[in-house]
């Protein structure tokens, strides 16, 4: 019965969706093992561990073409994946969601949008798919006419690549426009001497182009362009940019001759619209930019259900609202849960979100809609929405889990503001409070820089005293405009990451302040360390200290003594206690209290195998450290 669906499917270049949403455990295994009977050669994915693909490895499957993909979520439905993969079936194909047995806000929100798409099946039985299959047998579909190989949106890209091959040329469209085959195309045209080389995120993904591009197009890894300087300046082509990190993408561009990089915008995790607003303001200064879309789809009909069905449901397609005049109306703020929103409201936060912090991606919508700590406030002039603050409830965190949380053996997901500090500052108090974190913040662009960011930081300080929070905090990767906004705010820094994030390519801070005595006084002390340890990281001369944070340096040397802290995150609060020791013993020493002074060059130093060997031999010297400072007080 199936393959009559399948027969007529391919005739109409469309695909099939199936969602199970199985009310028992039984049901559910029932579905799974008819599916895995039926689906020999499918692209399965699961959340669980066991004989199939996890899904979170999702990006390795991008740029390939399937017939059949089944995305197995027992526990949690990974929208990111959801978006990314449902671009990869084709025409004639079927998308296969198995849904979690507990129904949630979100999932249920799948099966609602299904209703108004013929192709878009929603089931709790097995049987009722087999019911849908016999009471169906025809489709009635329109037939679908063939684009042309190339088509004429693909001829016209490739004739302008090859006209400018000294210009960047980016491509924009969503999955499945013919972007690779494009490329390929017109990489196999371009007389080069150098071999023309190609990356992208996974060798999967530059599949497609390579089969079109012909033997003088070489796939190389991103990080070994990066490393292999010989190859600097040589022309090269990005796939899948969206899914490499900003940064990479930047330094792929200042050491290569770039000629096209391809993308999408369907808003899988880092993969919004910011992305390219971002990206392309940032190339514009740096070379020749030529801005090409692809607009019909070719892995596919243009009558295809499947993605208006998903843009839909995970507001993928969302166009920010123009403010305009609204400015001359009161400003009216709104706090609320998610799953409390009209659908225009949950469309137009989504898409302000998308649009200001390019790592938004469908995951967020599921959270938002299906986790009650979530909360959202909501700025308004008129009904036109122009500030959105996301905002999580985190702490206080079970008993028995504190003592493993800052020893460093155990994290708990969607604690990170009193994890953080309990376990880089040792401060299991922070454990036990209350916090509540502004997880994103974002103003409408066109409203910037009149005070309403300012205005929803204040409203919620005001409500978070009233409902009993102990602390405001946020936690953001670090650039000048962000910092500047945040030393505006009445929170300071409480610690700053020592890594870039790998996507972000910047390092994260926390910043946060205390709404009730105990926390203001105990975050008070955290950013007057954190304050003059970012001084002695730029060269400060510090001064010895009040006698008040000594308590919280001797706990982060212990933490470094009882092997939770490495020896990076204790050097500062070591010299600080040092310094008002002045003792001559460690002065030899003075090398680990030097900042410019890297963990390598230290091990080297002390002529230390290793930087577990420097270290073991620190925790001891630490230990002996705090000894000698406790006899003198
Ligand atoms: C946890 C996180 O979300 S961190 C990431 C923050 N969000 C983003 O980066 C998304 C994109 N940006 C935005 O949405 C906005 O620019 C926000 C949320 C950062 C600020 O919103 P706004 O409503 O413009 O802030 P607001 O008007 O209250 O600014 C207050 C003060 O902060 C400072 N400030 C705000 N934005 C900037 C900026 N881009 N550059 C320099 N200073 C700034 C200024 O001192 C400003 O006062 P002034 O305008 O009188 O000089
Ligand atoms: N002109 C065409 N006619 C028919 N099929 C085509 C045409 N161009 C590409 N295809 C097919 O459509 C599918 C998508 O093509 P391609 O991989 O080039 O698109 P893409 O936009 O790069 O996709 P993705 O976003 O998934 O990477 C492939 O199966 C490809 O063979």
Known sequence: MLEQWLTQLKAARQRAVFIFSAATADERAHIHA?????????????DAAGQYARVHRYRDYLGLTQQHVVMDFQQLIHADALAALAGTVEGGGCLWLILPVHSSPFQQRL???????????????????IAKLETTPELHLPGANSPGFPSAEQQQLIKKLQEAPKQTHVIVADRGRGKSTALGLAARTLSSAAPLLVTAPQPAAVTTLLQHAGASVQFRAWDKLLHDTKSYGQRLIIDEAAALPLHILKQLIEHYEVWAIATTVDGYEGCGKGFVLRFVAWLQHHADVRMHRLVTPLRWSPADNCEPWLHEVLLLAAPVSESGN???????????????????????????LLEAHYQSSPNDLRLLLDDSRQRLLLSFYGTTLVG???????????????????????RVKGELLPQALGFYRQQPQCLNWRWLRVVRIAVAADQRRHGIATAMLGHIADTARNQGFDALGTSFGISAEVLRFWQHTNFR???????????SGSVSAIWGYGLTPRAQHQLQQLGELQTLELAWQQGATIDPVAPDLFAICQAIIKGFVRGFLPL??????????????????????????????????????????????????????ASNFLTQTASRC
């Open 34 to 46: 008819r599916l895995q009977a039926l689906l020999s050669d499918a692209l399965w994915l699961a």
């Open 111 to 129: 099966c609602r949008y299904a209703q108004s798409y013929p192709l878009v099946c929603c089931f709790s039985h097995w049987r009722e798919l």
């Open 326 to 352: 609204a400015r001359n109306e009161v400003l009216t703020l709104r706090q609320c849960h998610a799953s409390e929103l009209t659908e225009e409201h949950l469309r137009q936060t989504m898409a302000l």
């Open 388 to 410: 959105v603050c996301w905002l999580a409830a985190e702490g206080p965190l079970p008993v028995e889990l504190q003592a493993a949380v800052v020893e460093g053996r155990r």
């Open 493 to 503: 820094e409480l610690r700053r990451g020592l890594k870039k994030n790998p996507a």
């Open 568 to 621: 990076s995150n204790v050097r500062f609060a070591w010299y600080l206690l040092w310094l008002q020791q002045r003792n001559p013993v460690f002065d030899y020493r003075q090398s680990v209290f030097d900042p410019t002074v890297s963990i390598a060059a230290l091990s080297q130093a002390y002529a230390k195998a290793s930087r577990a060997e420097l270290e073991q031999w620190l925790r001891g010297e």
